[in-house]
């Protein structure tokens, strides 16, 4: 059964960092397109970077050139430093999942069958 568990959310002040960690079980990372989302309070949830098994990723306009995704896949883990951050960061960012991956899809929230259960972000002005 694959599992994933975010880590590494909290509170911060506009302009510092944050490095959320996704260790994922039951499967292999090496295998599956793996992505970061958000959502924040009223607001749909939306993709943020994502990454293919070959390591190609895609990062959204709203965090380019701020957050960079990478992926450990010795470890499993999926990791997203974010810098630069802004109040408009703040939300619940999951990590999610997919084995039939479709490259173009990496920002859809309906591409992935496994989530994990969130961890909060909180940007201060």
């Known amino acids: 059964q694959v599992q994933l568990v975010e880590s590494g959310g909290g509170s911060v002040q506009a302009g510092g960092s944050l490095r959320l960690s996704c260790v994922g079980s039951g499967y292999s990372a090496s295998s599956y397109c793996m992505a970061w989302f958000r959502q924040a309070p009223g607001k749909e949830r939306e993709g943020v970077a994502g990454?293919?098994?070959?390591?190609?990723?895609t990062v959204d306009d709203s965090v380019k050139g701020r957050f960079t995704i990478s992926k450990d896949n010795i470890k499993n883990t999926l990791y997203l430093q974010m810098n630069s951050l802004k109040p408009e960061d703040t939300a619940m960012y999951y990590c999610?999942?997919?084995?039939?991956?479709?490259?173009?899809?990496?920002?859809?929230?309906?591409?992935?069958?496994?989530w994990g259960q969130g961890t909060q972000v909180t940007v201060s002005s």
């Open positions: 990454i293919t098994s070959d390591l190609t990723t």
């Open positions: 999610a999942a997919e084995f039939h991956c479709l490259s173009f899809r990496l920002l859809i929230t309906a591409h992935y069958t496994y």
